[in-house]
């Protein structure tokens, strides 16, 4: 059972944020779908909450209206092996009105934050040879979507 479960507010797009998410990631599945119930006013029948997986990891998404905003003070992190992992997961997290940022950084169409990591940036970053570390900070700094060809050529000087 997994402990900690974030949960994703948003005006009224719960269902299809889930649904966008899940046509992402592969091996995901919708858990539960919770309804306003009979009485709700306008809201009877509509989306409240919404429970689904993605790769293994549960969300939830709730229908929770125009109060608060999505920031980047918190934002989901994927890891990635590959050049290919990154494109699949920066190009479509992005389509639809995503917007891209520094860093490996973006917000998707919904204006929740991702970071599109390859394993290979925190393990240069963090290398002993803080020479190197420091060539492939400046070389992420100039990046969007993470190179992992330039931040490997930044790491070799």
Known sequence: MQKITPCLWFDDQAEE?????????????????????????????????????LDGVQFQALNGGPQFKFTEAVSLSIDCKTQEEVDYFWDRLIEGGGEPSQCSW????????????????PRLLLDPDQAKANRVMQAMMQMTKIDIAKIEDAARG
């Not at 899940?22 to 989306?47: A, C, Q, T, Y």
């Not at 973006?106 to 290979?120: R, T």
Request: hydrophobic letters at 40%; aromatic letters at 16%.
């Open 106 to 121: 973006l917000k998707d169409k919904f204006g929740v934050s991702w970071q599109v990591v390859p394993e290979q940036l």
């Open 17 to 53: 944020a889930m649904n966008f998410y899940m046509s992402i990631f592969k091996n995901s599945k919708v858990l539960n779908v919770m309804r306003w119930p009979e009485g709700s006013g306008d809201s009877e029948g509509k989306v409240l909450v919404t429970y689904f997986e």
